[in-house]
C-alpha cells in the first residue's frame, strides 16, 4: 500500500470512528476513558495536535466541535450524564493525575465533571 492510499485509509477510518462516536451519544466519555484510557475530547486533543502540525491553529473549541459536530456545552447539556461512583472510582484508580485535574475543574452543566 503506498503512502497516499494509507494515508486516505486513515483519515476515513477516523471519519467513520467520529461518526460512530456521535452516533451513540450513550456511551459517555468517562466510560471511554475506563474502557479504552481516551474520550472524544482526547480526540478533539488529538485533532488540534494534528492540524498544528501541519500548520493549521485550531482551538480546543473548535477541536472538540470537530469530534463532537456542535459546540461542546451542547452536546454536554443534551447528552452527559452524571458518571456513577463506580465509574469515578474507576477513572481515579486508572488515571489519578486526570482525575485530580477533573475535581478541581467546576462543573458547567450538563452534569457531572468533563470526561
Given at each position: 500500500?503506498?503512502?497516499?492510499?494509507?494515508?486516505?485509509?486513515?483519515?476515513?477510518?477516523f471519519r467513520r470512528?467520529?461518526?460512530?462516536?456521535?452516533?451513540?451519544?450513550?456511551?459517555?466519555?468517562?466510560?471511554?476513558?475506563?474502557?479504552?484510557?481516551?474520550?472524544?475530547?482526547?480526540?478533539?486533543?488529538?485533532?488540534?495536535?494534528?492540524?498544528?502540525?501541519?500548520?493549521?491553529?485550531?482551538?480546543?473549541?473548535?477541536?472538540r466541535e470537530a469530534?463532537?459536530?456542535?459546540?461542546?456545552?451542547?452536546?454536554?447539556?443534551?447528552?452527559?450524564?452524571?458518571?456513577?461512583?463506580?465509574?469515578?472510582?474507576?477513572?481515579?484508580?486508572?488515571?489519578?493525575?486526570?482525575?485530580?485535574?477533573q475535581q478541581a475543574?467546576?462543573?458547567?452543566?450538563?452534569?457531572?465533571?468533563?470526561?
Amino acid at each position: 500500500m503506498d503512502d497516499t492510499i494509507k494515508t486516505q485509509a486513515e483519515a476515513a477510518a477516523f471519519r467513520r470512528l467520529v461518526a460512530h462516536l456521535r452516533e451513540r451519544s450513550d456511551v459517555q466519555n468517562i466510560d471511554l476513558m475506563n474502557l479504552a484510557g481516551f474520550c472524544r475530547n482526547c480526540l478533539g486533543d488529538w485533532f488540534r495536535e494534528a492540524a498544528a502540525g501541519l500548520g493549521a491553529e485550531v482551538s480546543k473549541d473548535e477541536g472538540r466541535e470537530a469530534i463532537y459536530g456542535m459546540p461542546y456545552a451542547d452536546w454536554k447539556a443534551r447528552h452527559q450524564s452524571e458518571a456513577s461512583p463506580q465509574a469515578q472510582a474507576q477513572f481515579a484508580a486508572a488515571h489519578p493525575q486526570h482525575a485530580q485535574m477533573q475535581q478541581a475543574a467546576p462543573s458547567k452543566g450538563g452534569g457531572g465533571k468533563g470526561w
